[in-house]
């Protein structure tokens, strides 16, 4: 605990001398995400001091944890009870950080059927902008007390203040998993899973690449039996199907590696976000296919013009995940009333802007 709070203090004459300086600060974790979002500013300031589990309650499905605690050491704890973080969030090295984890706001295969980060999120302590620690929510889900303020922070990538420790649900492991394989084209895949979605089915995650669709059953014994029988398809080996699912959560699959030789050559991969309902998108390159339709992943060298376009007219947005430039903006901009609402609770929280100026939005 001396170990914590001396950390703590020290983030706090930092944040403190800043605000007086007016110093941007680029807040880090495991650094994990680097490559996210607008291109980072500041003088570095590491929360890998401000670690471990603070308290953890299985029967109350309940963790709190500091921001700077690894996310594998928080997973393993919650495996050790058969528990774990539902949304699986993804882990693109070994040394992504709770807190990056809430301040990335990204979630794994299963976010369609299980919510998404901040879904989990029951209350954090945070230092604002001038080096005082606030405490918002709570650790049950019914207190609600500035339970949207804590929830904001998931996918602020930092702008809004300094995470120092939050409280998470978490949930049982499913007794049951099974992953299942189907050889279809794009368009059949996309179609069949419309159909799976409005079934009482124990779905849990898909993919789509390639020719191969991969479904994703979990919940009790029963219900992912039957609907294995029901749904037919080739039963994946546990093993191969963990190592699948693990590959797609922390994009370790080929489609998603682009080393400096790809990058250099222009060639970017984007995250696009549609109804799950809408047909293939009319853009070059390869697609990988999530969240039952509703996430399509494009590595090519479409123009962010056209891939906007392509996003907005199907009712969605497109984010550049990977490239070796970000141009034209990271994300797609905020509407006049959303800038209005952002630009407040940013002033609010980090009045003189010294937390990850840039990261979110060029404005922010």
Known sequence: MAHTDTALQHLIERVQAAHAHKTALNIQGGNSKAFYGEKPHGEPLSMRY?????????????????????????????????????????RFNAHGTVGGMVAAGLSGPAR????????????????NGQGELLSFGGQVIKNVAGYDVSRALAGSMGVLGII????????????AIAT???????????????????????????????????LRLAGAQAAVHAAWQRLGGTLQEPEMAAGW?????????????????????????????????????????QSFIEWGGALRWLRGFATPKQIRAAAAQAGGHATLFHADHRHDGVFTPLSAPLLRIQR????????AGIFNPGRLYPSL
């Not at 471990?52 to 393993?76: C, D, H, K, M, N």
């Not at 989990?120 to 302590?125: D, I, N, P, Q, S």
């Not at 409280?167 to 007794?175: E, N, R």
């Open 344 to 351: 407040a609770l940013k002033a609010a929280m980090d009045p």
């Open 164 to 175: 120092c420790e939050v409280s998470l649900k978490v949930l049982p492991t499913p007794p």
């Open 112 to 127: 369609p059927h299980v919510g998404m980060v901040r879904d989990y999120v029951l209350g954090a302590t945070v230092l």
């Open 245 to 285: 699912w693990q590959l797609v959560r922390d994009q370790g699959h080929h489609f998603f590696q682009l080393d400096a030789a790809h990058l250099a050559r222009g060639e970017e991969l984007w995250r696009i976000s549609v109804p799950a309902t809408t047909p293939p998108l009319d853009l070059p390159g």
């Open 50 to 90: 401000l670690t471990g589990i603070s308290s953890y309650e299985p029967s109350e499905l309940v963790v709190t944890a500091r921001a700077g605690t690894p996310l594998a050491e928080l997973e393993a704890a919650l495996a050790a009870k058969g528990q774990c973080l539902p949304f699986e969030p993804p």
């Open 180 to 214: 299942l394989v189907f050889e279809m084209d794009e368009a059949t895949a996309l179609q069949q899973l419309h159909t799976w979605a409005g079934q009482p089915l124990p779905l849990n995650a898909s993919t789509w690449h390639a020719g191969h669709l991969h």
